[in-house]
């Protein structure tokens, strides 16, 4: 588990990250539950292995405060660094149960002997039609490309509108399922209302919607962007191309400010400038409400990104 030294570098960490102007690869999050032992794990001492993996992977790994046993894990960028990122942290929890000789939470042996990790992912159930695919077809390729064992769950993880999913097997298998899984979730954006779970929420919480963004533009997340208490506020900046703005800001303001009301946040988009080929949103407000209003501009976005060139 991780000392009080050691979330305070993880701290520093995620706040010292900054995110780029524009990317012009499809982003997307996804995020793991970890018991706190594990999480401790791979936070390393002063937040060494932790850093050690952002740099690596490319990809930001934000930890969730939590006072709980679980402890949610948020893996942002885009396909190839999230999946180095998932290999980076199998690899360490295979190390972890080779130096202890047995089984640890979370991993298992196979029938040869070598060691069976589990990652317990969580997805919105709108996307998990789309991992299962038509008939079970989807999630039976992943198995038989990857090795990979795959496990939907059938109900909605408590107090939210998202699904655990369970994939066990070796580090290589899992980190080829991590691919297939983004895959397809760069493919599905999440659709309908998002209600995030949070480990063992009191009962009849209400809770703000947070969204994750999957699509392309910008790099997403703040350093600081996590599970957090306390009123903190947050400014990260996007850059839309000005082609696409017309479907943030909407019929005189209308889009525009169903996201700010929906969100909470402060949005501002800058006027134009000289022969600048994007146009500059900065959002202000706490985490969650910068995540949300995020997610809603670039669900705006790429709607409007496939109805121009996809269908040219």
Known sequence: MATPDDEAALQMSQE????????????????MLMSSRDVGSIIGKGGITIKTFREQSGARINISNSTSSERLVTITGNRESICKAFEAIGVKIEQDQAALKQPIEGMGVGVDGSATISFRLVIQTSQCGSLIGKGG?????????????IQVAGET???STERAVTISGS??????????????????PPRGPFIPYKPHAPPNQTFQPRVTPSLPYQAP?????QTAAGPATTTQQMRIPNDLIGCVIGRKGQKIHEIRVTSGAQIKIAN??????????????TPEAVGMAQYLINSSCTLEYRAKYNSS
Do not use: C, W
């Open 16 to 31: 010292a990250e900054t995110p780029e102007d524009l990317i012009t690869e499809p982003v997307l999050s996804i995020r």
């Open 137 to 149: 077809s989807k999630i039976k390729e992943i198995r038989e490309k990857t090795g990979a064992s």
């Open 157 to 159: 993880l408590p107090n």
């Open 171 to 188: 580090h290589n298998a899992l980190t080829m399922a991590i691919s297939q899984i983004t895959n397809i979730m760069l493919e599905n």
């Open 221 to 225: 997340y703040a350093a600081n962007f």
């Open 272 to 285: 134009s400038e000289g022969e600048s080929t994007d146009r500059l949103v900065t959002i202000t407000g």
